[in-house]
């Protein structure tokens, strides 16, 4: 079970808050509190839609409505792949590889289907889809729910409180790190010699 923002995927929201800050003069560390604070939950969740997440963190940076480039090309160009895609087609040739991941349904989809991942991944567990967030333990609980032993499951995520959260319901969990080493890691795990 892989997460996307940060594992298979570039993270949006650095991309976003750091347009913000320069177009708003605000500090990055102000937009990012507002963020976490405020915004986290209800934008993750899917209980607040992209257009009212976009109106409330414009109005807190002092710049109302203003557009952002990262609407116009975010699932064009912001979002891009970290892991090749042939990694997880190896992956998936040997075990069901799925997806657990704070993330917009409607950002992601598109980026999956476009690099030819997402008839791969099976399950997909989007937080805007099923409302659940990490570290949340019923968001672990959906991956304990499917029925195979939590310890045969291996979950990858780059925050090291998703990977903690992961290991108190016995998944065998291993965070991502920046330059992509983990993914030799998984290889070994699987057998598989590259």
């Known amino acids: 079970m892989l997460d996307l923002g940060g594992v298979v995927l570039t993270s949006a929201m650095p991309q976003i808050v750091a347009e913000l800050a320069e177009r708003s003069g ?6 990012w509190r507002y963020f976490n604070d405020r915004l986290f939950h209800p934008f993750w969740s899917g209980a607040m839609d992209v257009a009212t997440f976009w109106a409330a963190f414009t109005e ?29 087609r190896r992956w998936a040739g040997r075990v069901p590889v799925g997806v657990l ?3 917009r349904a409607e950002w ?17 567990f989007i937080s805007s889809e099923t409302g659940l967030l990490k570290p949340d333990p ?4 959906q991956l304990t729910a499917l029925g195979t032993d939590p310890a045969r499951i291996l979950y990858v995520d780059d925050r090291p409180q998703a990977v903690r959260a992961a290991q108190a ?20 795990r699987l057998g598989i010699a590259v």
């Open 60 to 88: 807190h940076a002092g710049v109302p409505g203003i557009e952002g480039r990262w609407q116009r090309e975010l699932v064009a160009s912001t979002l891009t792949l970290r892991l090749p895609a042939e990694t997880v």
């Open 26 to 31: 605000r500090g990055e560390q102000f937009l």
């Open 169 to 188: 319901m016995g998944i065998t969990a291993i965070q991502a790190d920046p330059a992509g080493a983990w993914a030799a890691r998984v290889d070994a």
């Open 101 to 103: 991941s704070n993330q």
């Open 108 to 124: 992601v989809r598109p980026v999956l289907e476009r690099e030819g991942l997402l008839a791969l991944l099976a399950p997909v």
């Open 138 to 141: 019923a968001a672990f609980a």
